[in-house]
């Protein structure tokens, strides 16, 4: 059954991260054809991230009270329609809609995923599988670096988004057809019901203790891999597009392993006690401390300080297989959306938001933004997750006082 849940929910997911980063590699591209600014680019690129945060509430919902694979399978078909969109776009406002309509089709790709799991699955396998469907998300950052760059060699990127189109209906067809059959637990709940209960969970301290931290780290995560390390790479280190596709390559393997190892990691340590929550809090401040030191260059080994990003970035992650095990199934759906819709409404605010931010500076004659427009964009979001990892800590260390 384990091959029969992960092998569709996988392959959906790999989808999913693929269009969420590829833009990393064809911005160049897009710039060019349409003229492109830094903030035009960013919002282009957040769109998804809006579209897909819009989703997660009434996702919550429908997961809840409708089997994953029915939701995840529909709302795929969606995404191969934007993937067709973004394709033929001829202005701006096209790459704006197709981004749009591709966020609403894997909106439930990992939720639906997380979901189906944890209602067929032992609760003591879920960080582990969690991790493995993550690993997934990775090799689709892995695919959006090195082997993108390979393919626009020959082919363009609206080939590459019709073929992305067309494996997003395969994926449909793959879990509505493959995914084991369960019995939802909220078929008998009026909808009123199912959103106070959502209201408890959102409003419960452990949410609001654990979600600000992992919600900030993902956020920043989000919005550097989908886009920002890419610029960051080619115009605050002046790196060539390979040299540039070669570190994404090793942040992205690295991130692949951090799913899985840290994923791993938690389920080992929770026999001794160890929770989730922990392994994930300490991974989000290596993450942090990460993102210190290539900010401030302390060190030009390049691979390895954005593999420790890649590989630490996913720690807020635990945080998912944590809350699913500290509420009742029939709220896992719900308590999963919660979280992704924070990590997402986040992702979007950083990664236009530094567009944003980048765009107060001029550009050099060869539409080069400086140095300090990019530093100042990252000290910002650091700042943010500086600010969240201080109120993890401080009600962690108030509930022990009580």
Same mark, same amino acid.
């Not at 942040?251 to 990691?265: E, I, K, N, P, Q």
């Not at 300490?282 to 420790?308: A, D, K, P």
């Given at each position: 059954?384990?091959?029969?849940?992960?092998?569709?929910?996988?392959?959906?997911?790999?989808?999913?991260?693929?269009?969420?980063?590829?833009?990393?590699?064809?911005?160049?591209?897009?710039?060019?054809?349409?003229?492109?600014?830094?903030?035009?680019?960013?919002?282009?690129?957040?769109?998804? @991230? %809006?579209?897909?945060?819009?989703?997660? !509430?009434?996702? *919550? #919902?429908? =997961?809840?009270?409708?089997?994953?694979?029915? +939701? $995840?399978?529909?709302?795929?078909?969606?995404?191969?329609?934007?993937?067709?969109?973004?394709?033929?776009?001829?202005?701006?406002?096209?790459?704006?809609?197709?981004?749009g309509l591709i966020g609403i089709g894997v909106s439930a790709c990992l939720m639906a995923a997380f979901t189906a799991y944890?209602? @067929? %699955?032992?609760?003591?396998?879920?960080? !582990?599988?969690? *991790? #493995?469907? =993550?690993?997934?998300?990775?090799?689709?950052? +892995? $695919?959006?670096?090195?082997?993108?760059?390979?393919?626009?060699?020959?082919?363009?990127?609206?080939?590459?988004?019709?073929?992305?189109?067309?494996?997003?209906?395969?994926a449909s067809v793959l879990v509505y057809s493959l995914v084991p059959k369960y019995t939802t637990h909220s078929n008998g709940?009026? @909808?009123?019901?199912?959103?106070?209960?959502?209201?408890?969970?959102?409003?419960?301290?452990?949410?609001?203790?654990?979600?600000?931290? $992992?919600?900030?780290?993902?956020?920043?995560?989000?919005?550097?891999?989908?886009?920002?390390?890419?610029?960051?790479?080619?115009?605050?280190?002046?790196?060539?597009?390979?040299?540039?596709?070669?570190?994404?390559?090793?942040?992205?393997?690295?991130?692949?392993?951090?799913?899985?190892? @840290?994923?791993?990691?938690?389920?080992?340590?929770?026999?001794?006690?160890?929770?989730?929550?922990?392994?994930?809090?300490?991974?989000?401040?290596?993450?942090?401390?990460?993102?210190?030191?290539?900010?401030?260059?302390?060190?030009?080994?390049?691979?390895?300080?954005?593999?420790?990003?890649?590989?630490?970035?996913?720690?807020?992650?635990?945080?998912?297989?944590?809350?699913?095990?500290?509420?009742?199934?029939?709220?896992?759906?719900?308590?999963?959306?919660?979280?992704?819709?924070?990590?997402?409404?986040?992702?979007?605010?950083?990664?236009?938001?530094?567009?944003?931010?980048?765009?107060?500076?001029?550009?050099?004659?060869?539409?080069?933004?400086?140095?300090?427009?990019?530093?100042?964009?990252?000290?910002?979001?650091?700042?943010?997750?500086?600010?969240?990892?201080?109120?993890?800590?401080?009600?962690?260390?108030?509930?022990?006082?009580?």
């Amino acid at each position: 059954m384990l091959f029969k849940l992960l092998l569709p929910f996988a392959f959906g997911y790999f989808l999913s991260f693929l269009y969420r980063v590829v833009n990393v590699a064809i911005a160049p591209d897009l710039v060019q054809e349409f003229g492109l600014d830094a903030n035009q680019m960013g919002l282009i690129s957040s769109a998804y @991230l %809006l579209t897909f945060a819009l989703c997660q !509430l009434p996702l *919550g #919902l429908l =997961l809840d009270r409708y089997e994953s694979r029915k +939701v $995840s399978a529909a709302l795929l078909l969606i995404a191969a329609m934007g993937a067709l969109v973004f394709a033929s776009a001829d202005s701006a406002l096209g790459l704006l809609i197709g981004r749009g309509l591709i966020g609403i089709g894997v909106s439930a790709c990992l939720m639906a995923a997380f979901t189906a799991y944890a209602n @067929l %699955l032992p609760s003591e396998k879920l960080p !582990l599988v969690n *991790g #493995l469907q =993550l690993m997934a998300g990775g090799l689709g950052v +892995v $695919s959006a670096s090195t082997p993108v760059q390979w393919f626009l060699t020959w082919g363009d990127w609206r080939l590459l988004f019709q073929i992305l189109g067309v494996a997003s209906v395969v994926a449909s067809v793959l879990v509505y057809s493959l995914v084991p059959k369960y019995t939802t637990h909220s078929n008998g709940q009026n @909808l009123k019901l199912q959103l106070v209960e959502l209201w408890q969970v959102i409003k419960s301290p452990s949410f609001c203790q654990m979600a600000p931290l $992992s919600v900030a780290t993902q956020g920043v995560f989000g919005a550097f891999v989908g886009l920002w390390s890419g610029y960051w790479l080619r115009d605050y280190l002046s790196l060539s597009d390979s040299e540039a596709a070669q570190i994404i390559l090793t942040m992205a393997l690295a991130m692949t392993a951090g799913f899985v190892v @840290l994923g791993w990691l938690a389920a080992s340590l929770y026999r001794f006690g160890v929770s989730s929550y922990m392994v994930s809090v300490s991974g989000m401040l290596i993450y942090i401390l990460s993102q210190w030191v290539i900010i401030n260059e302390w060190s030009e080994w390049h691979h390895l300080w954005w593999g420790l990003s890649g590989f630490f970035g996913t720690s807020g992650v635990l945080m998912y297989a944590y809350l699913s095990q500290s509420v009742p199934k029939s709220l896992v759906g719900r308590v999963n959306t919660s979280l992704n819709l924070c990590v997402f409404v986040v992702a979007f605010a950083c990664q236009w938001g530094l567009g944003i931010v980048i765009n107060l500076w001029p550009v050099d004659a060869l539409g080069i933004y400086p140095q300090t427009a990019y530093a100042t964009a990252w000290m910002w979001a650091l700042g943010l997750q500086i600010m969240a990892l201080i109120w993890c800590l401080y009600h962690a260390i108030l509930g022990k006082l009580r």
